[in-house]
């Protein structure tokens, strides 16, 4: 028996209301803002490592690992939502109370707020580098976008008023993976590509063996989309038709990141950088080719303009719940709402205008944050199985889930601690 589908997070009209003859009517979130929801929390920075990723998988093994995390992905947003309907919780840190108690939500909370206020603050570092006139410095710059862009967008109460916005961030990045094609195409055409590895090399000594795992959890990063699964589900007429929209967001943003790998690498080869817009810098040799790289970046920058007050709705949800657990919905209450919007914004910005580059930063982290909220986490609540739900193939794919995460996660942060230590004492 399904399990009956509880109010929507953010209900549209005030409870503490005189109540008529007939309830008042919900306006509920649209199927397609959904999909451009979803699409747009699953692209975000991660699209610019993907061709890196390549340059060390292969081709093959690239194309087959992001295939297995879109599945993956997929697999667990179920896990997720069937144990969220199941009980009475409407939001990924409730359900993991219910299944490890206090200490399972706060470890969702703080994780995730360390994801998405990370995340925000790399967006606002790569978009706020302009030029060395005091009008367009990094401060000046960000200070016009936080004031005109971000604070309208963080206003929105709703995460599908955020749809119109995400179908545009989607389309932009859509433009990117379009431009970066036809740049590679025409490169093959006039013999300047270089040649791409169908696999990697391991001619190098035991280490880059292990230097492999550092690549997969750059593609698990890029699949990290649960943070935002429950406040675009519960504003849904039915939130398991979330499911649908992320099986649909996760199809596309696959594709993308395909065609991004691929013809970025078929463009760079093994000058390919960890973050690819780095190559876009480069002189293309003609005018046409040198707009196309101004194009490139704009629309990137833009495109990370979009997703940043996504970010900021899941980041201001779960302080809240964790501030306010018992507290009426944030969307009801106009001075927790306000008190939480703006400090938060303003805390991005400092720190956009205070840390030069935590780009490297945030890959480590993500071998542990991201892996944890898109999969450990998710196949951990299948296993415990507090509900009585799960099915004996549930448990099994959760098993695997959960050992390959683990596994990975840890191989990688070894690797990554093992190349750190090498570089300080070289």
Same mark, same amino acid.
């Given at each position: 028996?399904?399990? $009956?589908?509880?109010? /929507?997070?953010?209900?549209?009209?005030?409870?503490?209301?005189?109540?008529? #003859?007939?309830? /008042?009517?919900? !306006?509920?979130?649209?199927?397609?803002? %959904?999909?451009?929801?979803?699409?747009?929390?699953?692209?975000?920075?991660?699209?610019?490592?993907?061709?890196?990723?390549?340059?060390?998988?292969?081709?093959?093994?690239?194309?087959?690992?992001?295939?297995?995390?879109?599945?993956?992905?997929?697999?667990?947003?179920?896990?997720? =939502?069937?144990?969220?309907?199941?009980?009475? $919780?409407?939001?990924? %840190?409730?359900?993991? !109370?219910?299944?490890?108690? !206090?200490?399972?939500?706060?470890?969702?909370?703080?994780?995730?707020?360390?994801?998405?206020?990370?995340?925000?603050?790399?967006?606002?570092?790569?978009?706020?580098?302009?030029?060395?006139?005091?009008?367009?410095?990094?401060?000046?710059?960000?200070?016009?976008?936080?004031?005109?862009?971000?604070?309208?967008?963080?206003?929105?109460?709703?995460?599908?008023?955020? %749809?119109?916005?995400?179908?545009?961030?989607?389309?932009?990045?859509?433009?990117?993976?379009?431009?970066?094609?036809?740049?590679?195409?025409?490169?093959?055409?006039?013999?300047?590509?270089?040649?791409?590895?169908?696999?990697?090399?391991?001619?190098?000594?035991?280490?880059?063996?292990?230097?492999?795992?550092?690549?997969? /959890?750059?593609?698990?990063?890029?699949?990290?989309?649960?943070?935002?699964?429950?406040?675009?589900?519960?504003?849904?007429?039915?939130?398991?038709?979330?499911?649908?929209?992320?099986?649909?967001?996760?199809?596309?943003?696959?594709?993308?990141?395909? %065609?991004?790998?691929?013809?970025?690498?078929?463009?760079?080869?093994?000058?390919? =950088?960890?973050?690819?817009?780095?190559?876009?810098?480069? #002189?293309?040799? #003609?005018?046409?080719?040198?707009?196309?790289?101004?194009?490139?970046?704009?629309?990137?920058?833009?495109?990370?303009?979009?997703?940043?007050?996504?970010?900021?709705?899941?980041?201001?949800?779960?302080?809240?719940?964790?501030?306010?657990?018992?507290?009426?919905?944030?969307?009801?209450?106009?001075?927790?709402?306000?008190?939480?919007?703006?400090?938060?914004?303003?805390?991005?910005?400092?720190?956009?205008? $205070?840390?030069?580059?935590?780009?490297?930063?945030?890959?480590?982290?993500? #071998?542990?944050?991201?892996?944890?909220? $898109?999969?450990?986490?998710?196949?951990?609540?299948?296993?415990?199985?507090?509900?009585?739900?799960?099915?004996?193939?549930?448990?099994?794919?959760?098993?695997?889930?959960?050992?390959?995460?683990?596994?990975?996660?840890?191989?990688?942060?070894?690797?990554?601690?093992?190349?750190?230590?090498?570089?300080?004492?070289?």
């Amino acid at each position: 028996m399904t399990p $009956a589908i509880k109010a /929507p997070l953010l209900p549209n009209h005030d409870p503490s209301s005189p109540s008529s #003859s007939s309830p /008042p009517e919900e !306006k509920h979130g649209s199927f397609a803002g %959904a999909i451009f929801n979803v699409s747009t929390s699953i692209v975000g920075a991660g699209i610019m490592s993907i061709p890196a990723a390549f340059k060390v998988l292969g081709v093959i093994p690239s194309l087959s690992i992001i295939v297995i995390i879109a599945w993956l992905s997929n697999v667990s947003a179920g896990f997720l =939502m069937k144990s969220t309907v199941a009980g009475d $919780a409407t939001t990924y %840190a409730g359900v993991m !109370k219910e299944s490890f108690g !206090k200490p399972g939500s706060v470890a969702v909370q703080v994780i995730t707020m360390v994801v998405t206020f990370g995340s925000m603050i790399i967006f606002s570092i790569i978009i706020g580098w302009f030029g060395s006139h005091w009008w367009n410095t990094r401060f000046f710059s960000l200070l016009f976008i936080f004031v005109f862009l971000f604070l309208p967008l963080v206003l929105c109460r709703r995460v599908d008023r955020l %749809a119109l916005s995400s179908a545009i961030s989607f389309l932009l990045a859509l433009l990117f993976v379009i431009i970066s094609s036809v740049l590679a195409i025409v490169a093959l055409v006039q013999g300047r590509t270089k040649s791409p590895r169908l696999f990697p090399d391991l001619n190098n000594g035991g280490q880059s063996f292990f230097n492999l795992f550092t690549a997969s /959890p750059v593609i698990v990063t890029a699949f990290t989309f649960h943070f935002n699964l429950h406040p675009v589900g519960f504003e849904l007429k039915d939130p398991l038709q979330v499911l649908s929209a992320t099986r649909v967001s996760v199809i596309l943003c696959a594709t993308i990141y395909s %065609a991004t790998g691929l013809f970025c690498y078929l463009l760079f080869g093994d000058s390919t =950088m960890t973050d690819v817009l780095m190559n876009f810098d480069e #002189s293309s040799g #003609s005018s046409i080719g040198s707009l196309l790289n101004d194009i490139v970046r704009a629309s990137y920058a833009i495109h990370l303009m979009l997703v940043f007050p996504l970010l900021n709705f899941s980041l201001r949800a779960n302080l809240d719940e964790l501030l306010f657990p018992k507290k009426v919905s944030l969307v009801n209450d106009n001075k927790r709402f306000f008190g939480l919007t703006f400090p938060l914004l303003i805390s991005c910005f400092l720190a956009a205008i $205070a840390i030069p580059d935590i780009w490297y930063f945030f890959q480590f982290l993500g #071998s542990t944050s991201t892996v944890s909220i $898109a999969f450990i986490f998710p196949a951990a609540i299948v296993l415990r199985n507090v509900n009585g739900i799960s099915t004996l193939r549930e448990k099994i794919v959760a098993s695997v889930m959960f050992a390959l995460a683990v596994a990975t996660s840890i191989i990688a942060i070894s690797t990554n601690i093992y190349s750190f230590t090498e570089t300080e004492e070289a």
